[in-house]
Nanobody, 121 residues
Framework: AQLVESGGGLVQPGGSLRLSCEAS????????MNWFRQAPGKGRELVAG????????KYADSVKGRFTISRDNAKKMLYLQMNDLKPEDTAVYYC???????????????WGLGIQVTVSP
């Protein structure tokens, strides 16, 4: 399984970014997909997750109303639309796929390498 993130970068507070994750090497449409993030000096935390067919989503309280997770199973792509970004959103963002659970990390999941998002004036 391979997951490759793109779309990160530097943005001013209040700005927007759209992260993408391209999947290959596994049956994407059967996997729960998630975005995690890790800020400097902190642990990795769930940002958002989406079920295999896209009918169920889960968000961290800190991003509800600002971030939207979506997927395109035909293209094997996962997205995270991030609006009204805040400095506290600065982190490395990881794409994570798991065949067993939404929002949880198991021994059967796969990680992308991560992409930096920096929110700063």
């Amino acid at each position: 399984a391979q997951l490759v993130e793109s779309g990160g970068g530097l943005v001013q507070p209040g700005g927007s970014l759209r992260l993408s994750c391209e999947a290959s090497g596994f049956t994407f449409s059967s996997y729960f997909m998630n975005w995690f993030r890790q800020a400097p000096g902190k642990g990795r935390e769930l940002v958002a997750g989406i079920s295999a067919n896209g009918d169920s989503t889960k968000y961290a309280d800190s991003v509800k109303g600002r971030f939207t997770i979506s997927r395109d199973n035909a293209k094997k792509m996962l997205y995270l639309q991030m609006n009204d970004l805040k400095p506290e959103d600065t982190a490395v963002y990881y794409c994570y796929g798991d065949p067993q659970a939404l929002g949880l990390v198991t021994a059967f999941g796969s990680w992308g390498l991560g992409i930096q998002v920096t929110v700063s004036p």
